[in-house]
T-cell receptor
Framework: KQEVTQIPAALSVPEGENLVLNCSFT??????LQWFRQDPGKGLTSLLL?????REQTSGRLNASLDKSSGRSTLYIAASQPGDSATYLC??????????FGQGTTLQVKP | DTAVSQTPKYLVTQMGNDKSIKCEQN?????MYWYKQDSKKFLKIMFS???????INETVPNRFSPKSPDKAHLNLHINSLELGDSAVYFC??????????????FGAGTRLSVL
């Protein structure tokens, strides 16, 4: 049974810092991995999707990496801003189409 | 123009009642989903429909019945509501197929409170 874990559960950093969020999964037989952002009281917004054959994806100040063999992904946020404050969710998609989510990392970026 | 819209946004009801949550997507996607996010913020898939056919049905009580009248709509009906059903329910849709088409687009959620 696939399990997804995110560490840390919460993170507070001063504005401008670079930071890394971690995601690990127990079954390496994944189709892809996605990082989402969730703002309080809102739905999820997809940030990056990495196919199982890829090692990383970049979008602006965000870079996500995938190491399938070790069951790990990281989301790197460069030069963090207060507007980055949100909960970041990692989800792996199985070959059957199910998305299995971690519990998220709640990020606070202080001005 | 909202891509995935759910109604209502908030739903407060008594135990034992029957309620429905509606979801519509205007993205032309083939696949729609229902997720439940509990009080610990853990998001779990409940159902998935592709072109009106059920393709994922997790271990969900049969009090929960999804209905897809067409591929743009996936409604969730809940019978005999229980306290433990209190959660935020999210609808999502995706194009289906490979690559970026797998990206799921989420609605804003329906916060259900059972009293």
């Amino acid at each position: 049974k696939q399990e997804v874990t995110q560490i840390p559960a919460a993170l507070s950093v001063p504005e401008g810092e670079n930071l890394v969020l971690n995601c690990s999964f127990t079954d390496s037989a994944i189709y892809n991995l996605q990082w989402f952002r969730q703002d309080p009281g809102k739905g999820l917004t997809s940030l990056l999707l990495i196919q199982s054959s890829q090692r990383e994806q970049t979008s602006g100040r965000l870079n996500a990496s995938l190491d399938k063999s070790s069951g790990r992904s990281t989301l790197y946020i460069a030069a963090s801003q207060p507007g980055d404050s949100a909960t970041y969710l990692c989800a792996v998609r199985s070959n059957t189409g199910k998305l299995i989510f971690g519990q998220g990392t709640t990020l606070q970026v202080k001005p | 123009d909202t891509a995935v819209s759910q109604t209502p946004k908030y739903l407060v009801t008594q135990m034992g009642n029957d309620k429905s949550i509606k979801c519509e997507q205007n993205l032309g996607h083939d696949t729609m989903y229902w997720y439940k996010q509990d009080s610990k913020k853990f998001l779990k898939i409940m159902f998935s429909y592709n072109n009106k056919e059920l393709i994922i049905n997790e271990t969900v009580p049969n009090r929960f019945s999804p209905k897809s009248p067409d591929k743009a709509h996936l409604n969730l009906h809940i019978n005999s509501l229980e306290l433990g059903d209190s959660a935020v329910y999210f609808c999502a849709s995706s194009q289906g197929g490979g690559g970026a088409k797998n990206i799921q687009y989420f609605g804003a959620g329906t916060r259900l409170s059972v009293l």
